[in-house]
């Protein structure tokens, strides 16, 4: 079957939050197979491409099977936390919702 | 088996009051627990302290006492709060002079102390050879901003609201308690369990459940990615644990409330600001968010259970978490908003021209970052930009500055780039705030000790 291209936002929900100047990133897969997709392609080479220069440290992704989940950790990720940074996002509520235009391959 | 109801009350300052006044009315507790520190609250508080030394604590606690208390003499729920904030002395002294004129004689409080670090101390503490390493950039000590430092607290467990709570406290005041441990000390207290091998598993599952409660509307449709889904909000409902001793959880809300519990709002809030899901670092143990299983047990209930043999929890950590908060210059924000035709192209010339403007007058901004607000200024990077032209573009200035005069400078040439966009910009008021900086590090819990005090309204 032809492979094709979709956002994030068609296989999970995201919320994210913060912790000085780590962003966490959940995604919440729909399903048990979307799940698998999550799992094999948010990389944290690919996460790191996504963010591009917003992201200045480390990511780490951990697997929650038991609620289908991924969470995503990005290190120095939001211009220096809540009460220095520059950005109008300064607790980086809208992480989560940035990480759904990420696109990945679905049959 | 024992159960007990544990219901949230406040998720941060400023927070809705009647949620909680509904939970303690209507939601049968036996505990009601109040976060209301963010992480730079101490700092402020710690201000308000040092220009009046009867202030300091979470004002919102006063007429938040006076609708509680009348409420409570009915129904003798125990109240846990961290509402004391760098003056919880002070704070028990107010709601003590509440409770008397509400005629609540024999009520207990128990006041903890010994989070909130003097200034001065923290060379005691460094003599004694702890270094400050910053938990974030990895700097090895405070020696750069040392005389800049205006606040330093600890997140202290839940081992004196126990202890409190055991000793017949009707209400436990503290400062920098621990969002965490303002519930997992109502389970400690309830079912007995101790800081000891044979509880690291029950507690490990206190300290989820806690996590489920502690950001209060936040597990009940608050910020949700239910939102379509999520019923009266404006009458939402505040989570509630009915907690058995095994550390099996159904999460509720109270009866003719707003808001959602389901599986989607428990998983987004188990995923909410908890870096490694297996180690959940919290003062009172580590616990294990993949070993447990979520379920839909009925309408707005939602059972938190243990998935399988794994335990839910961990010894807990050897340090706790100390934050350090030092003034860190200034940043000055501008908003203008161009309108189309062209509002893009208007944007770019503006940014353009700022910073031709900028080389023109010498100055050399540490940072700075202009942004459009509803295109890039929340996704950065990340967004694509619009396909069709934009009706109009919010641009924002930020700057660093480390000085007031020098962010002064930023905002003269900000306000002015409407020299550089066309027919139609809108200007709105520019703000200029000192930054106050803070410093995450760790310190052994055994360099901490802490203090209970037992007030009794007379």
Not at chain 2, 91 to 96: D, N, Q, T, Y
Not at chain 2, 188 to 206: L, P, Q, S, T, V
Not at chain 2, 303 to 328: E, V, W
């Amino acid at each position: 079957m032809a492979k094709k291209k979709v956002p994030l936002k068609e296989l999970c929900f995201a919320r994210s939050g913060d912790k000085g100047d780590i962003s966490d990133i959940g995604l919440m897969a729909f399903n048990e197979k979307n799940y698998q997709i999550l799992k094999k392609q948010v990389t944290p080479e690919r996460v790191k491409a996504h963010f591009k220069d917003w992201n200045k440290g480390a990511v780490e992704i951990y697997e929650m099977p038991n609620i289908l989940s991924l969470e995503i950790v990005l290190r120095n990720a939001l211009g220096g936390g809540a009460t220095k940074t520059l950005r109008l996002d300064q607790t980086g509520k809208a992480m989560g919702n940035a990480m759904l235009w990420m696109e990945v391959e679905v049959d | 088996m024992k159960k007990v109801r544990v219901g949230a009350g406040s998720a941060g300052w400023p927070d809705m009051a009647d949620p909680a006044l509904v939970s303690a009315e209507r939601g049968e507790l036996d505990y009601q627990g109040f976060d209301h520190l963010a992480e730079l609250t101490m700092a402020i508080l710690e201000r308000q302290k040092v220009r009046n030394p009867t202030r300091g604590y979470i004002p919102d606690v006063i007429p938040l006492m006076k609708k509680l208390l009348p409420i409570w003499k009915n129904k003798r729920f125990k109240i846990v709060t961290n509402g004391g904030g760098a003056n919880p002395e002070q704070c028990a002294v107010e709601v003590m002079k509440i409770a008397k004129d509400l005629g609540l004689v024999g009520m207990k409080i128990g006041v903890v102390t010994g989070d909130d670090i003097p200034v001065k101390q923290l060379d005691s503490l460094r003599a004694q050879g702890i270094k400050f390493k910053n938990s974030e950039t990895g700097e090895e000590d405070i020696d750069r901003v040392k005389d800049k430092i205006e606040a330093a607290y600890v997140y202290i467990g839940a081992d004196r609201v126990v202890e409190a709570l055991n000793a017949g406290a009707d209400m436990v005041i503290g400062g920098r308690l621990s969002d965490n441990s303002l519930f997992v000390g109502p389970f400690m207290h309830a079912f007995g369990w101790k800081y000891e091998d044979e509880y690291w598993d029950r507690i490990g599952a206190g300290v989820a459940t806690s996590h489920l409660l502690e950001c209060a509307g936040w597990s009940t449709g608050i910020c949700s990615t239910q939102w379509e889904k999520v019923p009266e909000p404006w009458n939402l409902g505040f989570p509630i644990a009915e907690m058995s001793e095994n550390g099996e959880a159904i999460m509720c809300k109270p009866p003719g409330t707003g808001g959602l519990m389901s599986e989607y709002t428990m998983k987004e809030h188990l995923v909410y600001e908890v870096h490694d899901p297996q180690n959940y670092l919290m003062p009172d143990g580590i616990a294990d968010l993949t070993a447990l299983k979520v379920e839909q047990v009925g309408d707005n209930r939602v059972k938190i259970s243990k998935a399988g043999t794994k335990s839910r929890g961990k010894p807990r950590p050897k340090t706790l978490k100390f934050c350090l908060a030092h003034a860190d210059g200034f940043i000055m924000t501008y908003i203008m908003v161009v309108s189309a035709p062209k509002a893009l192209e208007q944007a770019r010339r503006v940014e353009d021209y700022l910073q031709r403007r900028l080389k023109i007058r010498g100055a050399k901004p540490k940072d700075m970052l202009i942004s459009y607000v509803g295109i890039n200024s929340l996704h950065g990077p990340a967004a694509p930009m619009p396909k069709e032209e934009p009706n109009e573009v919010a641009i924002r200035f930020a700057f660093k500055a480390d000085t007031e005069e020098e962010a002064r400078l930023y905002q003269n040439e900000a306000t002015l780039t409407w020299y550089a966009a066309g027919v139609g910009a809108a200007f709105t008021a520019p703000d200029v705030r000192p930054v106050m900086a803070l410093w995450p590090t760790l310190v052994p819990r055994e360099a901490i000790p802490t203090k209970l005090e037992m007030k009794e309204v007379k």
